[in-house]
């Protein structure tokens, strides 16, 4: 269904520090032609005026960007969190997952999970996507299997998608040989890796987008880590994202040893190599960052690189808080990302770099909710290269997503407050490129909890 004239009870809008009162959005061909306040009018007021316009009750936000994932993770939910140990044990049951997933059923597995996330009011999802290989690291006739199944469960789930292409080549920062489930990940060489990329030209079936919105696929690259590609070969993925004018992703400082090991190994953090190599710049997004020195934030914001905060899964494998407001002060872009999708709600992950910021330095209000929003929307959108997503306004695509106002969590709460009270769960209508996906908090695509169910028992079975 699609719907081109909507009556926002409230709507945030660019440059705004809270929703505005009754606003009149209107699209044509999935963007967004014009965006009226109604100066009081009020919502009466608005549908006699324009008795076509579909009313939105509550904060109407635009599109939320998910910065950083891994749907197979999602097979993970409730299975990995009752023991001891940390990311490096957690890593092991991950690898069991990999192992048992072809095309077929990560299509399935990935399109309930980008379902889940459309409900959450997830328009845009950055795929960190190194499960290339079968078995033992045998390519499927077709090399770029995996990734097509990825952009066929993103069209199926109604939600844009970047495909972050990851190199993966080694198994330590020293260059041990990928083995086990690892070797579904490798392509011998950055070479090789790169030549399979750009033999991928997703091509999503007609009828799938919304006209006049232009794609809803892109390829960008990423580098695993420090410990996945050697020295020698950063150069050549991070030159193929220049060519491309794509996004370049890359997990940094995740963990204290990764950082250790590439002093042990190279002599400097893994900032410092990448930043040697090319890899950072203005395109480029470095996930979690959670252990930087303050020489590596001074790199970060030198090189305009971006960072993909992704606290509910840095929790989760107790990675540790990261310097989120230091990063704000240089002026480092903050986007946010689910990653192993502990969680998938965009209104947690963003509370929760406010309220971990407050655990760190025992002190409130580091981010004003305005602050939030921007990193779940537009810098999230432009670290994904949709640069025209995340904001409603004139020439935008047109992404909308609206809270209730009436539920238990929200009830009473001021329309600014939404990121402090509400989660996924409050999420009643999302409209991609001015395609309606979910309505009255239903998916009108896909039946969520019933393919996750099935997807997950065939991924652990």
């Known amino acids: 269904?699609?719907?081109?004239?909507?009556?926002?009870?409230?709507?945030?809008?660019?440059?705004?520090?809270?929703p505005t009162p009754d606003v009149l959005i209107e699209?044509?061909?999935?963007?967004?032609?014009?965006?009226t306040p109604l100066l009081g009018g009020g919502p009466v007021a608005g549908v006699e005026v324009h008795p076509d316009a579909v009313r939105l009750p509550g904060v109407t936000l635009p599109g939320l960007a998910n910065a950083h994932s891994h749907a197979f993770h999602r097979a993970l939910r409730g299975r990995t969190h009752c023991g001891r140990g940390d990311f490096w044990t957690w890593r092991e049951q991950m690898y069991a997952v990999a192992e048992r997933l072809d095309p077929e059923s990560y299509l399935s597995l990935?399109?309930?999970t980008y379902a889940e996330m459309a409900l959450a009011g997830i328009t845009a999802v950055g795929e960190f996507h190194y499960l290339h290989h079968?078995?033992?690291?045998?390519?499927?006739?077709?090399?770029?299997?995996?990734?097509?199944?990825?952009?066929?469960?993103?069209?199926?789930?109604?939600?844009?998608?970047?495909?972050?292409?990851?190199?993966?080549?080694?198994?330590?920062?020293?260059?041990?040989?990928?083995?086990?489930?690892?070797?579904?990940?490798?392509d011998g060489d950055a070479q090789r890796w790169a030549e399979r990329v750009s033999a991928f030209t997703p091509s999503p079936p007609p009828g799938s987008q919304a006209a006049g919105a232009g794609p809803r696929v892109r390829v960008g690259a990423a580098v695993h880590s420090v410990r996945a590609v050697p020295a020698d070969q950063l150069a050549t993925v991070a030159e193929w994202a220049a060519r491309h004018t794509a996004p370049l992703h890359v997990h940094l400082s995740e963990q204290p040893a990764e950082n250790d090991a590439c002093r042990a190994v190279h002599g400097r953090t893994p900032a410092r190599l990448l930043?040697?190599?090319?890899?950072?710049?203005?395109?480029?997004?470095?996930?979690h960052a959670t252990h930087p020195t303050s020489a590596d934030l001074n790199l970060l914001a030198g090189t305009d690189s971006g960072v993909c905060l992704c606290p509910t899964?840095?929790?989760d494998l107790a990675d540790g808080i990261?310097?989120?407001?230091?990063?704000?002060?240089?002026?480092?872009?903050?986007?946010?990302?689910?990653?192993?999708?502990?969680?998938?709600?965009?209104?947690?992950?963003?509370?929760?770099?406010?309220?971990?910021?407050?655990?760190?330095?025992?002190?409130?209000?580091?981010?004003?909710?305005?602050?939030?929003?921007e990193a779940a929307g537009v810098t999230g959108h432009t670290a994904l290269g949709w640069g025209d997503a995340g904001r409603i306004a004139v020439g935008a695509r047109a992404?909308?997503?609206?809270?209730?106002?009436?539920?238990?969590?929200?009830?009473?709460?001021?329309?600014?407050?939404?990121?402090?009270?509400?989660?996924?769960?409050?999420?009643?209508?999302v409209v991609v490129d001015g395609r309606q996906v979910v309505a009255d908090g239903r998916h009108l695509l896909v039946d969520v909890p019933a393919e996750l169910r099935t997807a997950i028992e065939q991924a652990t079975r």
């Open 275 to 287: 930043a040697d190599h090319g890899v950072l710049g203005p395109h480029t997004t470095a996930v």
């Open 399 to 429: 992404d909308l997503v609206t809270v209730r106002r009436d539920g238990a969590r929200v009830a009473g709460v001021p329309p600014v407050g939404v990121f402090f009270a509400a989660t996924a769960a409050d999420v009643t209508q």
């Open 110 to 112: 990935a399109r309930a």
């Open 27 to 35: 699209a044509d061909e999935g963007r967004f032609t014009a965006v």
């Open 134 to 186: 079968g078995p033992g690291g045998t390519r499927y006739d077709d090399p770029n299997a995996m990734g097509a199944a990825l952009v066929e469960a993103a069209t199926q789930a109604g939600i844009r998608l970047t495909l972050l292409d990851t190199c993966y080549l080694s198994a330590t920062v020293d260059g041990a040989p990928l083995t086990g489930p690892q070797l579904r990940f490798g």
């Open 322 to 373: 990261g310097p989120a407001h230091r990063m704000a002060d240089l002026g480092i872009p903050l986007s946010l990302g689910s990653d192993s999708h502990a969680v998938v709600d965009p209104f947690e992950e963003a509370r929760a770099v406010e309220l971990d910021e407050r655990l760190r330095t025992r002190r409130r209000g580091h981010f004003t909710p305005a602050a939030l929003l």
């Open 1 to 18: 269904m699609t719907v081109t004239r909507w009556l926002a009870e409230y709507a945030w809008l660019p440059g705004r520090d809270e």
């Open 313 to 315: 899964t840095e929790r």
